[in-house]
């Protein structure tokens, strides 16, 4: 038997494939298994190395303060069923406009994350009236480029950022409500 959610989303938003939820206690073991991989230490802004101290801030504070209006993020829960484990996590930061995932590796490869995004634009778009979601990752990460496309975000080409305080290039997309940016480019190969 789950946990109780924490504060979060009250109903379940409901993708093709995904529900995305709050977040819960039992949740805290599937981030740090995400969150300890190679690619996680590759490609998210997490702490490195990621401890589970790490996870329980980041399930029992950070997203619940999100919820609470305490700052900008707001965090679901993936699942492939009400009750089933975490597969992964998406949030939208108000402050930019900007969206961010990650999935468990035994998730990875089902086509959960891009209903998933699918699902959290529609939000942003309907419930948020956003105009635009941006989304960007860090130079290598295919995955993440390839959901963003199937997504239906236009690439806009690469751009300096910082990671843990290193230089990094970053790809950048975007989602537009009214149709496609006039700067648009050419997505590059993801194979």
Sequence with gaps: MSAAPLAGPSLPVLGRTVLLTALREDDVDRVVEACSTEQARRFLDTPWPYSRADAEGFVR?????????????RVWA????????????????????????????????KGLMADALRTVVGHAEGCLTWPEVHWRCYD????????????????????????????????HAVRVASGMPADARPWPPLD
Aim: glycine share 20%; no cysteine; hydrophobic share 35%.
């Design 140 to 171: 290598g990460n295919l995955g993440s480029m390839r959901v963003a496309k199937a997504a239906g975000f236009a690439y806009l080409g690469t751009e300096q950022g910082t990671q843990r305080g290193e230089p990094v290039l970053q790809h």
């Design 78 to 109: 993936i699942r492939e069923s009400l009750r089933g484990p975490l597969a992964g996590v998406i949030g939208l930061r108000t402050e930019r406009g900007e969206v961010g995932f990650w999935l468990h590796p035994d998730a990875q490869g």
């Design 61 to 73: 504070g950070f997203a619940p303060a999100g919820w609470r209006g305490e700052h900008d993020e």
